[in-house]
């Protein structure tokens, strides 16, 4: 279990981009991977992107061809570059070290709020 702080969320119309940050500590941020999941009001939390030990990503089919993301091993810090939000887009967003889809801590970071209008 590590520490996860996310940041860089806000509010933007459809069409803008946001750049998301989440600082891990606690641990040894090199032997995870490491992902990012939303959570929309009223639903479940929902995978998004994950990135592997090699830096390999893979995105959820709803957000690829959008979003990017990317990780500082010096900094343990994973990042999510969102261009292109829609509406849909909107929920908190949240980081964890991942095993395939699933996350793998049991205890999340506070998340950031993501909110786009149309």
């Known amino acids: 279990q590590m520490q996860l702080v996310e940041s860089g969320g806000g509010s933007v119309q459809a069409g803008g981009s946001l750049s998301l940050s989440c600082a891990a500590s606690?641990?040894?941020?090199?032997?995870?991977?490491w992902g990012w999941f939303r959570q929309a009001p009223g639903k479940e939390r929902e995978f998004v992107a994950r990135?592997?030990?090699?830096?390999?990503?893979y995105y959820a089919d709803s957000v690829k061809g959008r979003f990017t993301i990317s990780r500082d091993i010096a900094k343990s810090t994973v990042y999510l570059q969102m261009n292109s939000l829609k509406p849909e887009d909107t929920a908190v967003y949240y980081c964890?070290?991942?095993?395939?889809?699933?996350?793998?801590?049991?205890?999340w970071g506070q998340g950031t709020q993501v909110t786009v209008s149309s």
């Open positions: 990135i592997s030990w090699t830096g390999e990503p």
């Open positions: 964890n070290a991942i095993s395939g889809t699933a996350p793998l801590f049991l205890s």
């Open positions: 606690g641990g040894t941020f090199s032997l995870y991977q």
